[in-house]
Nanobody, 120 residues
């Protein structure tokens, strides 16, 4: 059993910052790519940022220069530092991870989501 637990969402003013965290736990053998996605009501889930196990990163154009993804492999945790937040960043953020379990089963796992609200 593998779980991803997110934290760090909340309410912030325009131009402010938040840091999201997502910790993976359970019968984990190895974690490959980890990432953050977001989904507004009535819209498709969209990629925000991803990071490989080696540290290579990829960002959506809308967040480049404002958001930074990082990970701590020893803690099985991925972070998303969000700066210069805009009202359009308001939505639910989900983390995901590509994981091989101890039973050598591969799967893509998702967190439960955390709400980020940017007020003007």
């Amino acid at each position: 059993q593998v779980q991803l637990v997110e934290s760090g969402g909340g309410l912030v003013q325009v131009g402010g910052s938040l840091r999201l965290s997502c910790a993976a736990s359970g019968s984990i053998s190895r974690i490959y790519a980890m990432g953050w996605y977001r989904q507004a009501p009535g819209k498709q889930r969209e990629l925000v940022a991803t990071i490989t196990s080696g540290g290579s990163t990829n960002y959506a154009d809308s967040v480049k220069g404002r958001f930074t993804i990082s990970r701590d492999n020893a803690k099985n945790t991925v972070y998303l530092q969000m700066n210069s937040l805009k009202p359009e960043d308001t939505t639910v953020y989900y983390c995901n991870a590509e994981i091989y379990t101890i039973a050598t089963l591969y799967g893509v796992y998702w967190g439960q989501g955390t709400q980020v609200t940017v007020s003007s």
